[in-house]
């Protein structure tokens, strides 16, 4: 059954709502909700009770907080945001704001919770469902006029307590609130049904992505592409002497990174945000995870293997670790520069991307992978003819796999874009859903 828009409307109090349906209020924050209020429930508890401890990281973009940790309450300290269960808390500092986190507290150890400054606290009042104004805080409507309202420079803007007590609610009578409150329940645990299936599928699709890769540049090209390619289908295998290598055609050998490339990091440029900021619409700035920046001096024009030094993308595995650089750029203090001696540089690029760096990575305070660890690595040596088929075979097999995954990101895309229209328009009054929840 579809949603349809109420029968009667009225004239809003503020022009980015146009009308309201003529049942409905629009009143501000302040009068609904207490914003920043006390945690009274934390001052009956010992100093010895646990509660819950929830950095930023803990806080779920649309909800849901990571309960896993707890402090006594004597351990906590000041300089912490205290809410209670009930209460909605959100982000107020970039890009946090803007990305959408913030939940409805639930679960709390003996319902208190401790997390970062860069939260607001919003507790609704008794004309206010608490499910209702956690919607709201995550509708596209009050995320941008939240991000008008920021104030601050660069990465410290931050959405000031005034927006949320200032800002004019659209507010239906209770029991409708938590009938739209019912109905984004069921409709967003569905949506998010289906996009947690296609995550799943982008991971099985990124590991076999990678075991492929994994296989091929240290075994050769299975059989039967072999002996599509004229190789030998199966070779004889030997020890190659190298612990992550194991066996090896008999026919590779085994060297260091240092015998293979030549090391070109005397020409990284190491750059503040203004700087590359001041130097935009030039060529592409290249650092550890990717394409960062525009700026202008040290130009490569070749081909170029990039391995990050960073130790945090080395150990998280959250960006690539090795690619390939093409066309005219410059790069950044934080990549490892390399320039093959002989052989195929896709081939390189893709031995380079399945080697775990964890164990090599040196330095508490800021981990990487030195130049010199770097080059000690050994990676498996085919003759040039078969690295240029082994980077021919991955290249069309990648380009598959590659094109699967980019159907299921714009498939969790567009999901994402409805659920968002949706609550935005329910929670504003664009949709009746009463006869729906």
């Known amino acids: 059954m579809k949603a349809m828009p109420y029968e009667k409307y009225k004239p809003a109090n503020e022009s980015w709502l146009h009308a309201l349906p003529e049942a409905w209020d629009q009143i501000r924050g302040r009068f609904v909700m207490a914003v920043n209020p006390p945690a009274r429930r934390a001052r009956a508890l010992d100093d010895t009770d646990e509660v819950s401890f929830v950095p930023m990281e803990a806080v779920g973009e649309y909800g849901g907080l990571n309960l896993e940790r707890t402090k006594p309450l004597d351990e906590i300290g000041s300089g912490y945001?205290?809410?209670?269960?009930?209460?909605?808390?959100?982000?107020?500092?970039?890009?946090?704001?803007?990305?959408?986190?913030?939940?409805?507290?639930?679960?709390?150890?003996?319902?208190?919770?401790?997390?970062?400054?860069?939260?607001?606290?919003?507790?609704?009042g008794k004309h206010l469902d608490k499910q209702f104004l956690f919607y709201l805080t995550i509708s596209h409507t009050f995320r941008m006029l939240g991000e008008s309202e920021m104030y601050g420079a660069g990465g410290q803007k931050r959405v000031p307590p005034e927006f949320a007590k200032?800002?004019?609610?659209?507010?239906?009578?209770?029991?409708?609130?938590?009938?739209?409150?019912?109905?984004?329940?069921?409709?967003?645990?569905?949506?998010?049904?289906?996009?947690?299936?296609?995550?799943?599928?982008?991971?099985?699709?990124?590991?076999?992505?990678?075991?492929?890769?994994?296989?091929?540049?240290?075994?050769?090209?299975?059989?039967?592409?072999?002996?599509?390619?004229?190789?030998?289908?199966?070779?004889?295998?030997?020890?190659?002497g190298v612990d992550w290598l194991?066996?090896?055609?008999?026919?590779?050998?085994?060297?260091?990174v240092?015998?293979?490339?030549?090391?070109?990091?005397?020409?990284?440029?190491?750059?503040?945000?203004?700087?590359?900021?001041?130097?935009?619409?030039?060529?592409?700035?290249?650092?550890?995870?990717?394409?960062?920046?525009?700026?202008?001096?040290?130009?490569?024009?070749?081909?170029?293997?990039?391995?990050?030094?960073?130790?945090?993308?080395?150990?998280?595995?959250?960006?690539?670790?090795?690619?390939?650089?093409?066309?005219?750029?410059?790069?950044?203090?934080?990549?490892?520069?390399l320039k093959p001696l002989a052989g195929d540089i896709r081939y390189w690029v893709a031995t380079l991307e399945t080697f775990d760096f964890s164990p090599l990575i040196t330095g508490a305070a800021q981990p990487k992978l030195t130049a010199d660890r770097l080059g000690g690595i050994q990676l498996p040596v085919p003759p040039p003819n078969e690295q240029a088929t082994i980077a021919d075979y991955l290249a069309a097999k990648t380009g598959e796999l590659d094109a699967l995954v980019g159907q299921a990101v714009e498939v969790v895309d567009r999901l994402?874009?409805?659920?968002?229209?949706?609550?935005?328009?329910?929670?504003t009054g664009k949709i009746d859903v009463r006869e729906l929840a």
């Open 258 to 337: 240092r015998y293979i490339f030549r090391n070109c990091d005397s020409r990284r440029i190491p750059l503040s945000s203004e700087e590359r900021a001041d130097l935009e619409k030039l060529y592409p700035y290249y650092g550890a995870s990717g394409v960062i920046d525009m700026v202008d001096d040290y130009l490569f024009d070749e081909p170029l293997v990039l391995v990050a030094e960073d130790g945090a993308n080395l150990l998280s595995r959250s960006t690539p670790l090795a690619f390939l650089a093409t066309g005219k750029y410059w790069v950044n203090n934080h990549a490892h520069i």
């Open 416 to 427: 994402t874009e409805y659920r968002q229209a949706l609550i935005t328009s329910a929670v």
């Open 81 to 124: 945001t205290a809410f209670e269960d009930g209460d909605v808390v959100i982000a107020k500092i970039t890009p946090c704001f803007e990305n959408g986190k913030g939940a409805i507290a639930s679960g709390l150890k003996n319902g208190v919770g401790f997390g970062t400054t860069e939260l607001h606290v919003l507790r609704a």
């Open 246 to 256: 194991g066996q090896i055609p008999k026919h590779w050998t085994a060297k260091a």
């Open 166 to 240: 200032d800002f004019r609610i659209p507010l239906p009578p209770l029991d409708e609130q938590q009938t739209i409150a019912r109905f984004l329940n069921a409709k967003t645990a569905q949506i998010d049904a289906l996009v947690a299936q296609k995550r799943q599928l982008i991971c099985k699709l990124k590991e076999k992505r990678q075991a492929l890769i994994a296989s091929t540049v240290t075994r050769g090209l299975p059989p039967e592409a072999a002996k599509a390619a004229g190789l030998e289908p199966n070779p004889e295998m030997k020890d190659s």
